[in-house]
């Protein structure tokens, strides 16, 4: 699984991949965790508001911060 966590960097960005970190451990999931800054990449992935957190190439959360309680749930879905 591949779980990209896309924004500038901002401190709403740093709490969002914390919560993902988080949410792999506490599913013992094993996932290609990156975090995208870029803003061509951003544009290129579809992201339009930020933080966003894509999983496989899909924008499951975008423009606030997930819980993660949420994470879980979504990451869940796509195991």
Known sequence: MKIQIAGPGCPR???T???VFNACAALN???DISHVRDVKQLAAL????TPA???????VVSGRVPTVAELKQ????FG
């Open 13 to 15: 960005c740093e709490v």
């Open 17 to 19: 991949e914390r919560n």
């Open 29 to 31: 999931l094993a996932a």
């Open 46 to 49: 579809g992201v339009v508001l």
């Open 53 to 59: 957190v894509l999983v496989d190439g899909k924008v």
């Open 74 to 77: 979504i990451l869940t879905t």
